[in-house]
């Protein structure tokens, strides 16, 4: 879930826009760590609604860069809690590539566990869909690392489910985040839903919005 927890958006661009705008982007093989040893910390509301947080740290470890995600959604209706959600994540990355990963889902009282590594071979996935072999630069559906946008696979954070990803279009344009007006690019994409992402010229990941079962699911920098 985290990155990919989803909204809607009308008006996707088609055509070749997106094409050129990341082959225009930087080719900083470790981008991701435009904030070592920081965090990022986003709000995420359901139509609107203020519904959990997101938060991100960075803690760099030798020549690795650990990536720790969590996720608290609490849904209330006329002040009963309908559905809560609770994700942990542990990313480890290593001369550019993901080297391990794995996460502990806890979706209104169901369990998840997802564990990837690495291989010889690819990137060995292992959840509760099954055991799959992804490619060896496959990524995690979580946005905080603009290089996602370069990545025709994708794998869920929750149940390791493997997705195709396209890019549709982008443009440069101005979004509300943290309290203020921010300067940044939006890609419009269709992984697991479709959505559009948004990141300022420096790489940092400010907003994403995606439909999810009719919900339009924001998520944006908090601060």
Same mark, same amino acid.
């Given at each position: 879930?985290t990155?990919? =927890?989803?909204? &809607?958006?009308?008006?996707?661009?088609?055509?070749?826009?997106?094409?050129?705008?990341?082959?225009?982007?930087p #080719?900083?093989?470790? +981008?991701?760590?435009? !904030?070592?040893?920081g965090?990022?910390?986003?709000?995420?509301? /359901?139509?609107?609604?203020d519904? @959990?947080?997101?938060?991100?740290?960075?803690?760099? /470890?030798?020549?690795?860069?650990?990536?720790?995600?969590?996720?608290?959604?609490t849904?209330?209706?006329?002040?009963?809690?309908?559905? &809560?959600?609770?994700? $942990? /994540?542990?990313?480890?990355?290593?001369? @550019?590539?993901?080297?391990?990963?794995?996460?502990?889902?806890? %979706?209104?009282?169901?369990?998840?566990?997802?564990?990837?590594? /690495?291989?010889?071979?690819?990137f060995?996935?292992?959840?509760?869909? @099954?055991?799959y072999?992804?490619?060896? %630069?496959?990524?995690?559906?979580?946005?905080?690392?603009?290089?996602?946008?370069?990545?025709?696979?994708?794998?869920?954070? !929750?149940?390791?489910?493997?997705?195709? $990803?396209?890019?549709?279009?982008?443009?440069?344009?101005?979004?509300?985040?943290?309290?203020?007006?921010? +300067?940044?690019?939006?890609?419009?994409?269709?992984? #697991?839903?479709?959505?559009?992402v948004?990141?300022? %010229?420096?790489g &940092?990941?400010?907003?994403?919005? =995606?439909?999810?079962?009719?919900?339009?699911?924001? +998520?944006?920098?908090? @601060?």
């Open positions: 879930m990155g990919g =927890f989803v909204l &809607r958006r009308r008006g996707l661009l088609a055509g070749g826009t997106a094409l050129a705008a990341l082959a225009a982007m #080719k900083a093989r470790a +981008q991701y760590v435009w !904030q070592p040893g965090g990022l910390n986003y709000r995420v509301t /359901a139509d609107g609604r519904v @959990g947080a997101l938060a991100y740290t960075f803690e760099p /470890a030798g020549a690795e860069l650990r990536v720790r995600t969590s996720v608290a959604i849904v209330d209706i006329a002040f009963v809690t309908v559905w &809560r959600y609770a994700h $942990q /994540a542990l990313e480890t990355w290593r001369d @550019g590539r993901l080297a391990a990963f794995v996460s502990d889902t806890d %979706d209104d009282g169901k369990p998840h566990h997802v564990d990837g590594t /690495a291989t010889a071979d690819g060995r996935i292992v959840g509760p869909e @099954g055991t072999m992804a490619p060896a %630069d496959v990524m995690a559906a979580s946005y905080w690392n603009r290089e996602i946008l370069t990545r025709t696979m994708l794998f869920d954070p !929750q149940d390791g489910e493997l997705t195709p $990803q396209t890019i549709h279009g982008s443009a440069r344009e101005t979004i509300r985040a943290g309290g203020r007006p921010i +300067q940044a690019m939006r890609y419009d994409l269709t992984a #697991k839903e479709t959505g559009s948004w990141y300022e %010229d420096s &940092r990941w400010i907003a994403s919005a =995606f439909e999810r079962r009719g919900t339009l699911v924001e +998520q944006r920098l908090a @601060g």
